[in-house]
């Protein structure tokens, strides 16, 4: 993980953070890059009491933004979007200690990021700030990166919403009727 891939990474966990916040650049990494200027982390000092979670959100995808848009363009070419993509799936391959290879199981690299891409938008060229911003905040990594697109099996043998043991086998004339729904605390 070089200089700039530190900040991508860093700033790839800002927009798709880990479920318990932690992050995943090594602590030495996260140091050099601190002391480098690189990465400037936030103020923890002080809570804003008018700090809502939509403008931290906000923020944070304009810092990514800007750092994609190193041109102040209000949009970026479709290779920079590419780059966004490749680094928010490093991000997920080492959220997963895996190799991105392994991540895309027998897909094509390629293949991934043109679909990954296509759900930010329909331009071939480039992406605005507005396709930009509208994608990260519909999609989480695994939704963003196309990890798990496809047919997804879910498996309803251990969902117990009623109590199956009372539902008499189907046979003819059965009565089914008689079902009795679990009691569930309304706290």
Same mark, same amino acid.
């Given at each position: 993980m070089g200089a700039n891939n530190t900040k991508a990474i860093? =700033?790839?966990e800002t927009i798709f953070p !880990?479920?318990?916040?932690? !992050? *995943? *650049?090594?602590?030495?990494k996260l140091q050099k890059a601190i002391a480098k200027g690189e990465i400037v982390l936030p103020n923890t000092d002080e809570e804003d009491v008018d700090d809502d979670e939509d403008a931290v959100i906000d923020r944070a995808i304009r810092e990514v933004w800007s750092y994609y848009d190193k041109k102040n363009q209000q949009f970026i070419s479709k290779k920079t979007a590419v780059q966004f993509l490749k680094d928010? =799936?490093?991000l997920y391959a080492m959220r997963k200690s895996l190799k991105v290879k392994d991540i895309l199981a027998g897909r094509s690299e390629k293949d991934l990021l043109e679909q990954s891409y296509r759900n930010i938008t329909s331009n071939p060229a480039q992406v605005t700030f507005n396709e930009f911003e509208e994608f990260i905040n519909g999609y989480d990594i695994e939704e963003a990166l196309c990890i798990n697109s496809g047919p997804v099996e879910i498996t309803t043998t251990s969902v117990a919403m009623v109590d199956t043991s009372t539902i008499v086998a189907k046979k003819k004339g059965s009565d089914l009727s008689a079902i009795e729904y679990r009691d569930y605390p309304t706290d």
């Open positions: 860093y =700033l790839c !880990s479920p318990d916040g932690s !992050s *995943i *650049i090594p602590p030495e928010a =799936l490093e």
